[in-house]
């Protein structure tokens, strides 16, 4: 976060918490550890081992019962953890406790989420957004979590009568949050214009959890060179490339990938880079069947669209990674004519639940990349015909 010494550095060793209560079942705990061993691993910190505990609810003090919290003490001191991250968020009461308790750095699953945002915004406008989501994320944590903010201003005459140092770096933040809003305004206002400036063209944006091969698949559609990599949030800044298909032009955007348990700050922070979602004329929703909770990811994208106000567009949904679902699923001694009964059946499956508007793609492979490619144009070709009727071709 705000203190350099509250980010996760290279190789420091992690120890993951996680609870299983009325709202998470143990299945869903295991697999959001697996995601936030991930996401740990992104931000340069190893997994040395994860807690599970059952509780009705969260302690309001140590998010965790007692007897688990010395349990976890003990283990970190006998093991040298550097920091312990919740997979659930936490009030700064808590972070406070469980810091004093342990000895032992604490942070949440969105604190881990903004310190990698941090880490991979390259352009102005990315890092505007994530350190306004930064200071969103700690003014309520101020009083529980309370770590001298280093002063920006003042001097003599800048602290009222009696005003206390917690209420002091109140008012830096408020006023740095204030600051950044501003900022971000004028950055949403030139983004607007610009989205403006690009004419009558049809509009294509990818969308998916993050990780599922979104910039690979812009790079293979657009032929551009779209930085993309095995690790989560590759891509924070979107990215427009105009394509052309048979004489048809249309521009086509990679976005940010979505995750669950999304801090809500970022979502209001990534205003600007979200619009390009809200803009678009059609969605491909990139979806990686080979993870095994490929359909929850699912679920929560369509979620997030529905939370921007984007989920009433028509959308493709990309099957990629097929040939990692085909090495997880089938047998090595299994027949072809089983395999091809079992892909016939998860395609209809599909098509019927998208209404024909499924591929299934794999972008390592570049398997069907021309089915792909015809789908986009035939839906590019369609919006075009209803928006502008009157054309007899397209530019």
């Known amino acids: 976060m705000l203190d350099p010494n509250n980010k996760i550095k290279n190789e420091e060793k992690a120890v993951l918490v996680g609870l299983v209560h009325k709202e998470q079942t143990e299945t869903q705990m295991k697999e959001y550890l697996i ?3 991930f996401l740990a691993e992104t931000a340069g910190a190893v ?3 994860t807690f599970m505990q059952k509780l009705p609810r969260p302690d309001s003090k140590t998010f ?3 007897g688990k919290l010395e349990e976890i003490k003990q283990y970190c001191a006998a093991k040298g953890v550097t920091v312990l991250i919740f997979d659930d968020e936490l009030t700064g009461s808590q972070i406070g406790n469980i810091t004093e308790e342990t000895g032992v750095r604490t942070i ?4 881990l989420i903004l310190d990698i945002f941090a880490a991979r915004a390259k352009t102005a406008s990315a890092k505007v957004q994530v350190e306004l989501a930064q200071y969103q994320y700690l003014l ?3 009083k529980g979590m309370w770590k001298h903010l280093e002063r920006q201003g003042g001097g003599i005459g800048s602290r009222g009568p009696g005003e206390t140092e917690i209420e002091t770096d109140r008012r830096i933040v408020k006023d740095k949050i204030a600051l950044l809003r501003k900022r971000l305004g004028e950055i949403d206002k030139q983004a ?8 009558t ?5 990818l969308v998916g959890y993050t990780n599922v091969g979104k910039s690979t698949i812009m790079n293979i559609l657009s032929k551009s060179d779209v930085f993309a990599e095995n690790k989560l949030f590759a891509t924070l800044d979107t990215t427009t490339r105009k394509v052309v298909y048979e004489q048809t032009p249309f521009l086509l955007s990679d976005t940010v990938g979505f995750i669950r348990k999304l801090p809500h700050h970022l979502v209001e922070s990534f205003k600007s880079t979200l619009d390009e979602v809200r803009e678009a004329d059609c969605l491909l929703h990139v979806v990686d069947i080979s993870h095994v909770g490929y359909e929850d990811q699912m679920g ?3 979620k997030t669209l529905q939370d921007i106000k984007a989920f009433d567009k028509p959308v493709i949904t990309i099957f990629n990674k097929m040939d990692l679902y085909e090495a997880s699923v089938f047998d090595p001694w299994l027949e072809d004519e089983v395999k091809n009964d079992m892909l016939t059946q998860l395609e209809t499956r599909w098509q019927e639940l998208t209404n024909d508007s499924a591929i299934f793609f794999s972008a390592i492979e570049l398997r069907n990349v021309d089915g792909l490619r015809n789908k986009i144009l035939a839906r590019v070709k369609k919006l075009y015909e209803e928006r502008y009727p009157y054309l007899t071709k397209f530019y």
């Open 201 to 205: 063209y049809i509009r294509v944006a």
């Open 35 to 37: 995601e936030l061993a």
């Open 64 to 66: 965790v019962g007692k």
């Open 300 to 302: 929560v994208v369509n």
């Open 192 to 199: 607007e214009t610009q989205r403006k400036e690009r004419g």
């Open 140 to 142: 309520p944590r101020l």
């Open 47 to 49: 997994t040395v081992k």
């Open 108 to 111: 949440d699953r969105s604190d």
